[in-house]
């Protein structure tokens, strides 16, 4: 999987004085490695090294699943919103379109009655003033 670690030590004796400490860390294909060594050396000598790997693509393709979970869930949402928008709009514009024919024949139905009434006005009319 990619994770480890490793330790090592070892001890010398005899006249010494000293300490040196080093370490470093890398990161190759998703694997962390961060490794400290180090000596100090006052009459005995002691030497240690460690190193540890963490294997970060596991974390890595989680995040990247999760990211695409969210941006599949947030198209879903938005295509039924559309779709739903979609839907109201076509209602209305077919009750929009259902109201303008009423009125359209009402108003021909009125201005037909209006037509029939101005021209029996109009004979009564003549017939009134033929006296």
């Known amino acids: ?12 004796v005899g006249a010494q004085v000293g300490a040196e400490v080093g370490g470093g860390a890398t990161m190759d294909d998703g694997v962390a490695t961060i490794g400290v060594d180090g ?8 030497d240690i ?16 699943d ?20 979609t839907k109201t709009a076509n209602t209305v514009a077919k009750t929009t379109t259902k109201t303008a024919n009423t009125v359209a024949k009402t108003t ?5 009655a209006v037509s029939k009434s101005a021209s029996k006005a109009k004979k009564k009319a003549k ?5």
Not at 49 to 64: G, I, M, N, R
């Open 49 to 64: 090294d460690l190193s540890v790997s963490v294997d970060t693509k596991p974390a890595q393709e989680f995040v990247e």
């Open 39 to 46: 000596e100090l050396a006052l009459g005995v000598g002691v």
């Open 127 to 131: 017939k009134i003033l033929k006296f």
């Open 66 to 85: 999760t990211g695409n979970t969210v941006a599949n869930r947030v198209t879903e949402d938005a295509n039924t919103v559309a779709k739903t928008t």
């Open 1 to 12: 999987n990619g994770n480890g670690a490793e330790a090592g030590a070892g001890v010398s």
């Open 108 to 112: 021909t139905k009125t201005a037909g």
